[in-house]
């Protein structure tokens, strides 16, 4: 299958950066990205791009006419679709969160800038989603992806989770979190242009603009959804890993703070250590999530 579509230089350009180069460039050509359903050619001279593979048709379709360009990308964003051919080789900067479930400790949002060239190193150094990964490994991963790729973490202590909170959903928190994450990371990029920008989906991506109304910068260019983003991209996956590294330290300075180790999560023995934490007169704001339910049965405990 194969497709060739003229285009003008602004799409020309836009399609340079969103298919970054990852293979040999033949004669003429300006970029070829080479994706397992879908390989795009871009040629300097005749603004021609070709389209060769199973998914031709689909990638084509993706561009529309010139001028839909942006109509369409819209649309996409209202009703999430299938991710574009080739995406997971593509350069994409990532988002994920850690910490939303947990009584103690932080919320950890982090966002990573994997190149397209980076894609097959970060993925080899086996980095996948952090839940699937020891804390140790953990650690080992988060610093070698540091060193390696832009990224930035937003961490919101017990402290100030609480503060920021008020009036609030978890989720508005969250999507005010990936927001600020993903735009201090694309300053850091200027003038490079991620080809996309990948959220770990945690809402409907409607529900998630709609908690940045107001915001004074609003990532929404490019951006992608996906439940199970790290399988999509593996930016998702190095942010969940950062993250989640960063989220440790934290639990373990808190747990510094506390004379005791703070666990993760939110079950029973979650409540035995937060009454313990009042009766030895420490305050529970400054070291968990106060309005999960635990706060109450701690109190009860507490009181006994
Ligand atoms: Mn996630």
Redesign the pocket.
């Known amino acids: 299958m194969q497709k060739v579509m003229k285009v003008d230089s602004a799409t020309f350009e836009r399609m340079k950066k969103v298919y970054s180069t990852n293979t040999h460039l033949p004669a003429g050509a300006a970029f070829r990205m080479k994706g397992s359903r879908v390989v795009v050619t871009g040629y300097t001279k005749s603004k021609k791009v070709m389209f060769q593979g199973v998914a031709a048709a689909d990638e084509v379709q993706r561009w529309g006419t010139t001028q839909s360009v942006s109509a369409k990308q819209r649309a996409n964003r209202q009703q999430p679709t299938d991710l574009p051919a080739g995406f997971s080789s593509w350069s994409v900067l990532g988002s994920?969160?850690?910490g939303t479930g947990s009584y103690f400790g932080p919320l950890t949002v982090a966002a990573v800038y994997v190149a397209a060239n980076q894609v097959e190193p970060i993925t080899q150094l086996g980095v996948r989603d952090s839940k699937t990964l020891t804390d140790p490994e953990i650690i080992k991963l988060a610093k070698k992806i540091m060193a390696t790729c832009p990224y930035h973490i937003v961490n919101l202590n017990p402290r100030i989770y609480n503060d920021k909170i008020k009036g609030r959903s978890q989720a508005a928190l969250k999507a005010l979190c990936h927001n600020l994450a993903l735009s201090k990371v694309l300053n850091q990029l200027k003038p490079q242009v991620p080809a996309a920008i990948l959220i770990?989906q945690?809402e409907q991506p409607r529900t998630y603009f709609r908690h940045l109304q107001g915001q004074p910068v609003i990532v929404r260019d490019h951006v992608y959804f996906r439940v199970k983003?790290e399988q999509a991209h593996v930016a998702v996956a190095a942010a969940?890993v950062v993250a989640r590294a960063y989220s440790l330290k934290m639990m373990d300075q808190l747990s510094e703070q506390a004379g005791m180790t703070l666990p993760i999560g939110a079950n029973h023995l979650v409540d035995e250590v937060a009454a313990k934490l009042i009766r030895r007169g420490y305050q529970l704001r400054d070291f968990a999530k106060l309005h999960f339910a635990n706060t109450d049965k701690a109190q009860q405990l507490a009181e006994r």
């Open positions: 994920d969160e850690v770990d945690f983003g969940s």
